[in-house]
Nanobody, 116 residues
Framework: QVQLVESGGGLVQAGGSLRLSCTAS????????MGWYRQAPGKQRELVAT???????KYTDSVKGRFTISRDNAENTVYLQMNSLKPEDTAVYYC??????????WGQGTQVTVSS
């Protein structure tokens, strides 16, 4: 079992910044990659960014140049620095951790609201 605890969501004006963090605990040896997804009202959950232990990083096109994912392997924590936020970034953000052979674990979600 893997537990993911997120923090850092909130309300911010357009152009502002937020930093999300997610710490994994439990049977964490097999998790890779870790990352962030988001789900806006009435829309499907979508990938935001992922990072592997080895440093391979992926971003969805809409956040490239604005969001930065980083990972602290020693602390089993993944961060998402979000700059230049836009109203369309408003969503519930979920931390994810893929466990080989078992599938994806999810955090409880943290709300990010960007006002115009």
């Amino acid at each position: 079992q893997v537990q993911l605890v997120e923090s850092g969501g909130g309300l911010v004006q357009a152009g502002g910044s937020l930093r999300l963090s997610c710490t994994a605990s439990g049977s964490i040896f097999g998790i890779d990659p870790m990352g962030w997804y988001r789900q806006a009202p009435g829309k499907q959950r979508e990938l935001v960014a992922t990072a592997t232990k080895g440093g391979s990083i992926k971003y969805t096109d809409s956040v490239k140049g604005r969001f930065t994912i980083s990972r602290d392997n020693a602390e089993n924590t993944v961060y998402l620095q979000m700059n230049s936020l836009k109203p369309e970034d408003t969503a519930v953000y979920y931390c994810s951790a893929y466990y080989v052979g078992l599938g994806t674990y999810w955090g409880q979600g943290t709300q990010v609201t960007v006002s115009s």
